[in-house]
């Protein structure tokens, strides 16, 4: 299992994460945004989600701030998309709870988001592959739900790398897919 992690503040963030993230998307790659507009700590999934659809990203992406995927339809979501897309393979992207000091890190990693496992909830594996944003910490009694703690910048900051990462590595890859 390998992951490469970037703070959404270092300049470059978005670079590191696409050269990564480039082995793992091509053009059967959906892009599958966990979480719900509800709570400013959980809506990075669905504000990515909204910003590649603003961009036209060229890849399938579902859960939205408008069509979120969270955890009371996420079974069906899932179903959905394996049902239209059937051999496609899925990046995940989800906010997460980490080290007070983590907070701001972003992780590309070559395995699943468990949606729902940082409040105790038992929730589908998302993406053969996946992003995550440490948007507060683990040690907080009311998860989510402090909305004093959690700023909407911060989420707005880390969903911009997110999606400039998603949009570099794509063209990464299409790129060298025309050399070849």
Do not use: W
């Not at 009371?72 to 979501?77: E, G, T």
């Not at 989800?94 to 007070?100: F, P, R, V």
């Not at 729902?116 to 948007?135: A, D, F, Q, R, T």
């Not at 507060?136 to 911009?160: A, G």
Request: with cysteine; charged share 15%; hydrophobic share 35%.
């Amino acid at each position: 299992m390998n992951k490469v992690k970037a703070n959404y503040k270092s300049p470059l963030a978005y670079y590191k994460l696409a050269y990564f993230l480039k082995n793992y998307i091509n053009k059967n790659t959906i892009i599958v945004c966990i979480g719900t507009d509800r709570y400013i700590g959980d809506c990075l999934g669905p504000l990515v989600g909204t910003l590649l659809k603003c961009k036209h990203f060229p890849l399938p992406v579902y859960g939205t701030i408008q069509e979120p995927i969270h955890a009371l339809n996420i079974d069906n979501k899932l179903n959905e998309i394996k049902n239209k897309h059937s051999n496609y393979n899925i990046i995940g992207i989800d906010a997460c709870l980490g080290d007070i000091d983590s907070i701001g890190e972003i992780q590309v990693r070559d395995f699943p988001v468990h949606p729902g496992k940082g409040v105790g909830k038992s929730l589908p594996n998302v993406g053969e592959s996946s992003i995550i944003g440490i948007v507060d910490s683990n040690c907080n009694e009311n998860i989510f739900n402090s909305t004093n703690n959690i700023r909407l910048n911060l989420i707005l900051s880390m969903s911009k790398v997110i999606l400039y990462s998603l949009i570099h590595a794509y063209y990464l890859y299409y790129n060298n897919d025309i050399l070849i």
